[in-house]
Protein backbone atom coordinates (compact mmCIF):
# COMPACT_ATOMS: atom_id res chain seq x y z
CA UNK A 1 0.00 0.00 0.00
CA UNK A 2 1.41 3.13 -0.78
CA UNK A 3 1.80 6.41 1.69
CA UNK A 4 0.88 9.47 0.14
CA UNK A 5 3.23 12.03 -0.40
CA UNK A 6 3.97 14.41 2.64
CA UNK A 7 2.59 17.56 0.72
CA UNK A 8 -0.75 15.76 0.37
CA UNK A 9 -1.13 14.99 3.60
CA UNK A 10 0.06 18.61 4.97
CA UNK A 11 -2.25 19.83 2.22
CA UNK A 12 -5.48 17.79 2.94
CA UNK A 13 -4.58 18.56 6.69
CA UNK A 14 -4.68 22.50 6.37
CA UNK A 15 -8.60 22.52 4.04
CA UNK A 16 -9.49 20.33 6.94
CA UNK A 17 -8.40 22.59 9.26
CA UNK A 18 -9.47 25.65 7.38
CA UNK A 19 -12.83 23.85 6.68
CA UNK A 20 -13.48 23.07 10.52
CA UNK A 21 -12.46 26.85 11.42
CA UNK A 22 -15.00 27.97 9.11
CA UNK A 23 -17.89 25.28 10.58
CA UNK A 24 -17.09 26.57 14.08
CA UNK A 25 -17.15 30.25 12.73
CA UNK A 26 -20.10 29.86 11.30
CA UNK A 27 -21.98 27.86 13.96
CA UNK A 28 -21.02 30.77 15.88
CA UNK A 29 -22.59 33.00 14.22
CA UNK A 30 -25.62 31.11 13.57
CA UNK A 31 -25.99 30.90 17.48
CA UNK A 32 -25.74 34.69 17.99
CA UNK A 33 -28.28 34.86 15.45
CA UNK A 34 -30.57 32.88 17.22
CA UNK A 35 -29.55 34.55 20.02
CA UNK A 36 -30.85 37.82 19.07
CA UNK A 37 -33.67 35.92 18.17
CA UNK A 38 -35.01 34.66 20.91
CA UNK A 39 -34.15 38.07 23.28
CA UNK A 40 -36.27 40.26 20.47
CA UNK A 41 -38.98 37.43 20.72
CA UNK A 42 -38.58 37.54 24.59
CA UNK A 43 -38.81 41.06 24.71
CA UNK A 44 -42.34 41.15 22.51
CA UNK A 45 -43.57 38.22 24.53
CA UNK A 46 -42.87 40.21 27.64
CA UNK A 47 -44.17 43.67 26.42
CA UNK A 48 -47.34 42.09 25.16
CA UNK A 49 -48.07 40.73 29.03
CA UNK A 50 -47.86 44.32 30.27
CA UNK A 51 -51.30 45.33 30.45
CA UNK A 52 -50.58 48.85 31.79
CA UNK A 53 -48.05 51.53 30.20
CA UNK A 54 -48.09 55.00 30.93
CA UNK A 55 -48.36 57.30 27.99
CA UNK A 56 -45.99 59.53 26.78
CA UNK A 57 -48.85 62.68 27.70
CA UNK A 58 -48.87 61.15 31.43
CA UNK A 59 -45.05 61.29 31.71
CA UNK A 60 -45.30 64.91 32.74
CA UNK A 61 -46.60 63.17 36.21
CA UNK A 62 -43.49 61.43 37.31
CA UNK A 63 -40.71 63.70 38.54
CA UNK A 64 -38.09 62.00 36.49
CA UNK A 65 -38.93 63.88 33.69
CA UNK A 66 -38.31 67.24 32.69
CA UNK A 67 -41.81 68.19 31.57
CA UNK A 68 -42.74 67.62 35.35
CA UNK A 69 -41.34 70.88 36.49
CA UNK A 70 -44.44 73.19 34.29
CA UNK A 71 -46.74 70.45 35.54
CA UNK A 72 -49.36 71.90 38.49
CA UNK A 73 -51.02 68.56 38.92
CA UNK A 74 -49.83 65.44 41.16
CA UNK A 75 -46.53 64.68 40.44
CA UNK A 76 -45.11 61.29 41.56
CA UNK A 77 -41.45 60.69 43.47
CA UNK A 78 -41.74 57.41 42.34
CA UNK A 79 -39.91 56.18 38.85
CA UNK A 80 -42.53 54.97 35.83
CA UNK A 81 -40.38 51.60 35.84
CA UNK A 82 -41.62 50.45 39.75
CA UNK A 83 -44.96 52.58 39.59
CA UNK A 84 -45.51 50.20 36.12
CA UNK A 85 -44.49 47.03 37.79
CA UNK A 86 -46.72 47.61 41.06
CA UNK A 87 -50.29 48.59 38.86
CA UNK A 88 -49.45 45.82 36.84
CA UNK A 89 -48.92 43.21 39.78
CA UNK A 90 -52.57 44.29 40.76
CA UNK A 91 -54.26 44.53 37.53
CA UNK A 92 -57.28 43.08 37.28
CA UNK A 93 -59.30 43.09 34.37
CA UNK A 94 -62.65 42.47 36.21
CA UNK A 95 -62.13 45.75 38.06
CA UNK A 96 -61.79 47.81 35.18
CA UNK A 97 -65.03 50.75 35.33
CA UNK A 98 -66.42 52.83 32.51
CA UNK A 99 -65.50 55.89 31.62
CA UNK A 100 -66.96 58.74 29.37
CA UNK A 101 -66.66 56.63 26.59
CA UNK A 102 -65.82 53.14 25.35
CA UNK A 103 -62.54 53.84 25.27
CA UNK A 104 -62.41 55.08 28.29
CA UNK A 105 -62.10 52.92 31.62
CA UNK A 106 -60.64 53.55 35.31
CA UNK A 107 -58.91 51.25 37.23
CA UNK A 108 -58.56 52.09 41.03
CA UNK A 109 -55.56 50.79 43.11
CA UNK A 110 -55.24 51.47 46.76
CA UNK A 111 -52.27 54.16 47.52
CA UNK A 112 -49.78 52.55 49.88
CA UNK A 113 -47.02 53.14 47.50
CA UNK A 114 -46.43 56.84 46.75
CA UNK A 115 -46.71 60.00 48.57
CA UNK A 116 -49.08 61.76 46.20
CA UNK A 117 -51.72 64.12 48.01
CA UNK A 118 -55.24 64.42 47.16
CA UNK A 119 -55.18 67.53 44.64
CA UNK A 120 -59.35 68.46 45.29
CA UNK A 121 -60.48 70.30 48.18
CA UNK A 122 -64.27 71.53 48.85
CA UNK A 123 -64.90 75.28 48.09
CA UNK A 124 -65.56 77.22 51.17
CA UNK A 125 -65.46 80.75 52.71
CA UNK A 126 -61.93 80.12 54.68
CA UNK A 127 -60.55 78.81 51.28
CA UNK A 128 -62.06 80.94 48.68
CA UNK A 129 -59.90 83.96 48.17
CA UNK A 130 -57.11 81.14 47.38
CA UNK A 131 -58.69 80.09 43.97
CA UNK A 132 -57.39 81.47 40.50
CA UNK A 133 -58.13 81.02 36.81
CA UNK A 134 -56.23 80.91 34.22
CA UNK A 135 -55.99 79.82 30.08
CA UNK A 136 -53.89 76.53 29.71
CA UNK A 137 -53.34 73.90 27.11
CA UNK A 138 -52.06 69.74 27.64
CA UNK A 139 -49.85 70.01 25.00
CA UNK A 140 -48.40 72.62 22.39
CA UNK A 141 -51.41 71.21 19.79
CA UNK A 142 -54.05 71.56 22.29
CA UNK A 143 -56.67 74.83 22.23
CA UNK A 144 -56.03 76.18 25.80
CA UNK A 145 -59.15 76.88 27.61
CA UNK A 146 -60.13 78.57 30.76
CA UNK A 147 -60.02 76.62 34.26
CA UNK A 148 -60.48 77.19 38.05
CA UNK A 149 -57.61 75.97 40.81
CA UNK A 150 -56.76 76.80 44.27
CA UNK A 151 -53.73 78.18 44.01
CA UNK A 152 -51.14 75.63 46.42
CA UNK A 153 -48.64 78.34 47.77
CA UNK A 154 -51.84 80.52 49.32
CA UNK A 155 -53.56 77.55 50.96
CA UNK A 156 -50.40 76.58 52.53
CA UNK A 157 -49.24 80.12 53.90
CA UNK A 158 -48.79 79.56 57.54
CA UNK A 159 -49.64 76.04 57.79
CA UNK A 160 -48.13 72.20 57.05
CA UNK A 161 -48.41 70.34 54.21
CA UNK A 162 -49.94 67.44 56.13
CA UNK A 163 -52.78 69.93 57.58
CA UNK A 164 -54.06 70.68 54.24
CA UNK A 165 -53.44 67.92 52.07
CA UNK A 166 -53.70 64.51 53.48
CA UNK A 167 -52.17 61.86 51.46
CA UNK A 168 -54.54 60.29 48.93
CA UNK A 169 -55.96 56.43 49.51
CA UNK A 170 -56.39 55.49 46.45
CA UNK A 171 -54.94 56.51 42.47
CA UNK A 172 -57.56 56.29 40.26
CA UNK A 173 -55.75 54.94 36.58
CA UNK A 174 -57.37 57.01 33.90
CA UNK A 175 -56.85 54.46 30.62
CA UNK A 176 -57.19 54.65 27.33
CA UNK A 177 -57.72 51.71 24.81
CA UNK A 178 -54.33 51.18 22.25
CA UNK A 179 -56.65 51.78 19.23
CA UNK A 180 -57.66 55.00 20.58
CA UNK A 181 -54.65 56.61 21.49
CA UNK A 182 -52.91 55.21 18.19
CA UNK A 183 -56.20 57.11 16.60
CA UNK A 184 -54.96 60.34 18.23
CA UNK A 185 -51.85 60.61 17.40
CA UNK A 186 -52.38 60.36 13.92
CA UNK A 187 -54.69 63.27 14.33
CA UNK A 188 -52.28 65.02 16.29
CA UNK A 189 -49.66 64.27 13.83
CA UNK A 190 -47.61 62.12 16.35
CA UNK A 191 -45.61 59.93 15.44
CA UNK A 192 -45.88 56.36 16.25
CA UNK A 193 -43.32 54.48 18.25
CA UNK A 194 -42.11 50.68 18.56
CA UNK A 195 -41.54 49.33 21.80
CA UNK A 196 -43.93 47.84 24.66
CA UNK A 197 -45.99 50.89 25.06
CA UNK A 198 -47.10 49.28 21.16
CA UNK A 199 -47.93 46.20 22.71
CA UNK A 200 -49.90 47.00 26.09
CA UNK A 201 -53.74 47.20 25.34
CA UNK A 202 -54.06 50.07 27.78
CA UNK A 203 -52.36 53.00 27.97
CA UNK A 204 -52.24 55.56 31.18
CA UNK A 205 -52.93 58.72 30.67
CA UNK A 206 -53.84 60.88 33.56
CA UNK A 207 -53.60 59.37 37.11
CA UNK A 208 -55.60 61.25 40.38
CA UNK A 209 -54.74 60.82 43.64
CA UNK A 210 -58.04 60.53 45.70
CA UNK A 211 -59.96 59.31 48.93
CA UNK A 212 -62.66 57.40 47.44
CA UNK A 213 -62.62 54.52 44.88
CA UNK A 214 -64.71 56.10 42.20
CA UNK A 215 -64.61 58.29 39.26
CA UNK A 216 -64.79 61.96 40.65
CA UNK A 217 -67.11 63.66 37.88
CA UNK A 218 -64.93 65.24 35.22
CA UNK A 219 -65.12 68.95 35.26
CA UNK A 220 -66.98 70.83 33.03
CA UNK A 221 -64.29 72.40 30.61
CA UNK A 222 -62.54 69.04 30.15
CA UNK A 223 -66.02 67.64 28.91
CA UNK A 224 -65.90 70.41 26.59
CA UNK A 225 -62.35 69.80 25.35
CA UNK A 226 -62.56 66.23 24.75
CA UNK A 227 -65.99 67.19 22.57
CA UNK A 228 -63.31 69.33 20.17
CA UNK A 229 -62.01 67.25 17.14
CA UNK A 230 -59.16 64.99 17.88
CA UNK A 231 -57.05 67.78 15.96
CA UNK A 232 -57.88 70.46 18.58
CA UNK A 233 -56.50 67.73 21.48
CA UNK A 234 -60.31 66.43 21.69
CA UNK A 235 -61.60 62.87 21.56
CA UNK A 236 -64.41 63.76 19.43
CA UNK A 237 -66.80 62.69 22.08
CA UNK A 238 -69.76 64.63 21.99
CA UNK A 239 -70.97 66.13 25.12
CA UNK A 240 -73.56 64.57 27.27
CA UNK A 241 -75.94 66.78 28.74
CA UNK A 242 -76.72 64.60 31.97
CA UNK A 243 -73.15 63.90 32.64
CA UNK A 244 -72.63 67.54 32.33
CA UNK A 245 -74.69 68.71 34.59
CA UNK A 246 -73.84 66.20 37.32
CA UNK A 247 -70.28 67.16 36.96
CA UNK A 248 -71.65 70.73 37.35
CA UNK A 249 -73.11 70.04 39.97
CA UNK A 250 -70.03 68.65 41.96
CA UNK A 251 -67.43 70.99 40.38
CA UNK A 252 -69.73 73.99 41.38
CA UNK A 253 -68.22 73.64 44.93
CA UNK A 254 -65.14 71.54 44.07
CA UNK A 255 -61.58 72.76 42.58
CA UNK A 256 -58.23 70.56 41.84
CA UNK A 257 -55.20 71.99 43.44
CA UNK A 258 -52.05 73.67 41.19
Known amino acids: MKRAPLRQIFLCTASSSTLSSAFVSNTSRLQKVASHQIHSSTTKIMAATKNLVIDPFCFRQFKENDSSAGYQGTVFNI ?3 KFEQIVNE ?53 LPVLSRYFDKE ?54 KAQDINKELPMTPITAMRNALGREHGGSGVPIDREKYMEAFEYWKDHATVT
Not at 159 to 167: I, L, Q
Not at 172 to 186: F, M, T, V
Open 79 to 81: SME
Open 154 to 207: LLLEGKEESEVFPVAKYLDLILYSREQIIKENAAMGKESTEGEEEAAPWGIVSI
Open 90 to 142: RFDSSNLQDGYAPFCKHIFVENDFTDARVCVLPITKENEHCLRSKYEARSEKE
